[in-house]
């Protein structure tokens, strides 16, 4: 099962990739229609969902690697049981709050694609395209906040707080 979730991850996190390299080429294309006088409708628009793409798509991979923004100061203070309460306490809550996220996100691209709704850029296109994108990214960071707390309740642990070489990068 973890290899497979980490399969998932690493599958988003491509993706992630993948649009990221489609913001450069919109981006580039925009620039080059300035400089050669053509107009491509609703360019700017497709980066800005290219960039959220992104964003979403990589979230998982990037809880899984420890990249997300961590308050240590409090956690390397703590030792035994008040440490374990602290930990199982920031996972339950994360995970409540990735499992509320990813049901409005998929509800808000539901409720695009039934009623039809479009972007009121130029370009016209319907909202529930790339809104699919963020609700695939917040399933993602639920399941991976779930398998954490999974992990810690079945002593399969997962370091929740960052290594000290971690927590020196940041």
């Known amino acids: ?20 390299v489609l913001t450069l080429v919109t981006i580039l ?19 800005g969902y290219s960039i959220a ?15 997300h923004i961590r308050v ?18 920031c996972l339950s809550v994360a995970s409540a709050m990735t499992v509320y ?10 409720v695009s694609y039934t009623t039809h ?3 009121p850029a130029a370009d016209a296109t319907p909202l529930w395209i790339p809104q699919l994108t963020m609700a695939v990214g917040s399933i993602g960071l639920a399941i991976a906040f779930l398998e954490d707390l999974a992990r810690k309740v079945f002593d399969h642990e997962r370091i929740l707080v960052p290594s000290a070489e971690m927590a020196r990068v940041e």
Do not use: C, H
């Open 101 to 110: 996220l990813a049901y409005y996100a998929i509800r808000l691209a539901w």
């Open 117 to 119: 709704d479009v972007s």
């Open 72 to 89: 240590t100061l409090l956690f390397n203070k703590l030792t035994g049981t008040p440490k374990k309460i602290a930990e199982y306490w």
């Open 1 to 20: 099962m973890a290899r497979m979730l980490e399969g998932f991850y690493r599958g988003l996190l491509y993706l992630a990739a993948l649009f990221m």
């Open 29 to 47: 294309l925009g620039v080059a229609g300035r400089q050669f006088g053509f107009d491509i409708p609703g360019l700017d628009a497709y980066a």
């Open 53 to 67: 793409g992104a964003l979403f798509l990589a979230l998982p991979a990037a809880l899984r690697s420890g990249d």
